[in-house]
């Protein structure tokens, strides 16, 4: 519960500090004074949406600051553990700060966490129920909501429900994504084809283009390329009229080098390495002669050879900077192209796959229907019941429900509340039947039967009283006081039948300071107690002074 709550700088509020108990805090006040300027400070404590416009004017920053105890039994305390917050005496302390510069700061037991973190550990500590609340109570998409929190049973089954529906949308977006590229997949198959069916007519080979180019600089000098190996052969073997050839005068050299060799020994090695050149030109000027009987100037071959080169830069420009680079998209094209035509293959893969996957989602969506449809026929039991209670016999409260085929991961139901608060009248829509009164005494109906399922140990109500009189008020009073046997309730009150029944009562006023308007909270005495009352009737007279002092005494018989 909520056992000490600190405010500063907040709104009209300076400085407020308040010690609240177990069982029902009330808090009344005249109309402005501040009263809602409270929860807003609690809402912020929790998590709420954080704003400079909270901070008071001339202030550099506002505090709100929070300390709970947490019962033994509680999961929350095993879940701060594991988050490394160590508690003192099962006390948890929650602190909000927001700063003039924008700065805002969330702590738990003094350490800054994060707002996330923040905000999770919140929800599982209050539950407010202001005018908002009621405002969604009107709305049939929360009424859904709102059902399945009413029963552990329908949380295993709408976790499977959620997971199923995702399954079936992620299937159905793949389905969706491969259709809508068929057009795209057909032309990128007809544009690999013609790139696999053109690099594979070309029947490239590894080293052909250097060699092409080696042929084709033969064939284009091939003229030349006669004239010189013609000339080197003649210098070197025939010889001219002119001029003898190289190897007849090594010849000659040959003959005056073996003679010489034969007088003077000194001389046999110059002859050895004379008669080698003599054999090394021997082979070159054959060489040459089966050269220059290879030249052949062939300008089909020369076609031939420039065709070639010219398809094989045209695909380089295409698919590579090299044969290789060809040969390698060559290989990638066939592997893409062969993944293109097996989509066909996923498409009815994906099929199959989405009509098991909405076949499961049926079955368990139709086993959360059935388990919201107990759960529909206790809560209906259960609220009229309580609205009997709250003084309003003969009410109809019934959850009607439709089936929908469209898939969602809150399953095939739709539900709406319906009313009917005299008998006779058909059961319509809650939003188009229940007055002001009628509907805040629905909220209390259902809290009343959420406090015993609900895990949170704080209740705060906003003016749930709004619009009830009479004997209904005092069962609102009633109902309220027996919520708060089972958890903390604080409630913000114009009655004074339900502030009579407060086990804590707050006095909430709003005076000028300094030129300052300041709001102030006051803890009330029975004396005390009794005097407000007696405003709250009417202003203090003997005979509402009377009356506030009977509704003490009879509010402490019935607690």
């Known amino acids: 519960m909520l056992s000490a709550l600190r405010i500063e700088n907040f709104a009209l509020i300076e400085r407020l500090e308040l010690e609240l108990m177990p069982g029902l805090n009330v808090l009344t006040g005249e109309t402005g004074a501040g009263k809602s300027i409270i929860i807003d400070a609690v809402s912020l404590l929790l998590g709420g949406r954080g704003s400079q416009e909270f901070i008071r004017s001339g202030s550099e920053r506002a505090l ?3 300390l709970f105890v947490l019962p033994a039994d509680t999961p929350l305390i095993e879940k701060l553990a594991s988050l490394g917050y160590e508690l003192e005496e099962g006390s948890l302390l929650l602190s ?4 003039v510069s924008g700065r805002n700061l969330c702590r738990i037991q003094g350490r800054v966490a994060p707002l996330n973190l923040y905000k999770e550990i919140g929800v599982l ?9 009621y405002q969604s109570l009107l709305r049939p998409e929360n009424h859904l909501s709102l059902l399945d929190s009413m029963s552990e049973e329908t949380k295993p ?3 499977r429900v959620r997971e199923k529906a995702a399954s079936v949308i992620d299937i159905r977006q793949k389905i969706s994504q491969l259709a809508s590229d068929d057009r795209d997949t057909a032309r990128r198959e007809d544009m690999l084809k013609f790139q696999i069916a053109e690099i594979a007519g070309a029947r490239l080979e590894s080293g052909e283009e250097e060699e092409l180019v080696q042929e084709r600089q033969k064939l284009v000098n091939a003229e030349k390329l006669a004239l010189l190996s013609g000339g080197a052969y003649e210098k070197l073997f025939t010889g001219s009229e002119r001029q003898q050839s ?3 005068l090594t010849g000659a050299v040959l003959a005056h080098l073996k003679e010489l060799a034969g007088i003077d020994a000194a001389m046999f090695r110059v002859l050895e390495g004379v008669e080698s050149a003599y054999y090394q030109l021997e082979e070159a000027a054959a060489e040459l002669r089966l050269y220059q009987e290879s030249l052949v100037f062939d300008p089909r071959r020369l076609d031939q050879v420039d065709e070639r080169l010219t398809l094989i830069k045209s695909l380089k420009r295409k698919y590579g900077s090299s044969i290789a680079e ?3 998209y060559y290989a990638e094209a066939a592997a893409e ?6 989509q066909e293959d996923m498409l009815q893969e994906y099929q199959k796959l989405l009509e098991r996957e909405e076949q499961d989602y049926r079955s368990e969506a139709d086993g959360l229907s059935l388990a919201r449809r107990k759960v529909a026929a206790w809560l209906e039991q259960d609220v009229t019941e309580e609205l009997t209670d709250l003084q309003m016999p003969g009410t109809k409260f019934k959850v009607e429900f439709e089936v929908r085929d469209k898939v969602s991961k809150s399953g095939r139901d739709i539900a709406e509340f319906a009313f009917s608060p005299n008998p006779g009248e058909p059961l319509k829509a809650l939003a188009k039947t229940a007055s002001g009164g009628e509907l805040s005494r629905v909220i209390l109906a259902l809290k009343t039967i959420l406090a015993n399922i609900d895990p949170v140990p704080t209740l705060i109500f906003d ?4 619009g009830v009189g009479g004997q209904a008020v005092r069962k609102v009073a009633e109902k309220l006081a027996r919520i708060g046997q089972t958890r903390q309730v604080l409630c913000i009150t114009h009655s004074p039948h339900v502030a009579s029944f407060g086990a804590r009562h707050f006095f909430i006023s709003k005076e000028v300071l300094s030129g300052r308007t300041v709001t102030r909270v006051k803890t009330l005495g029975h004396e005390e107690r009794q005097r407000e009352l007696a405003r709250m009737l009417g202003g203090e007279s003997k005979a509402t002074m009377e009356h506030a002092a009977e509704m003490l005494r009879t509010s402490k018989a019935k607690s």
Not at 96 to 99: F, G, K, N, V
Not at 125 to 133: A, E, P, R, S, Y
Not at 463 to 466: A, F, G, I, L, N
């Open 125 to 133: 500590l209050v539950d407010i129920h202001g005018q908002h609340d």
């Open 157 to 159: 089954l709408l976790l």
């Open 96 to 99: 909000r700060e927001l700063a």
């Open 337 to 342: 192209l062969e993944q293109l035509s097996r």
């Open 246 to 248: 190289a190897l007849d």
């Open 64 to 66: 709100v600051e929070g």
């Open 463 to 466: 003016e749930v009283d709004s």
């Open 326 to 328: 060809i040969k390698a």
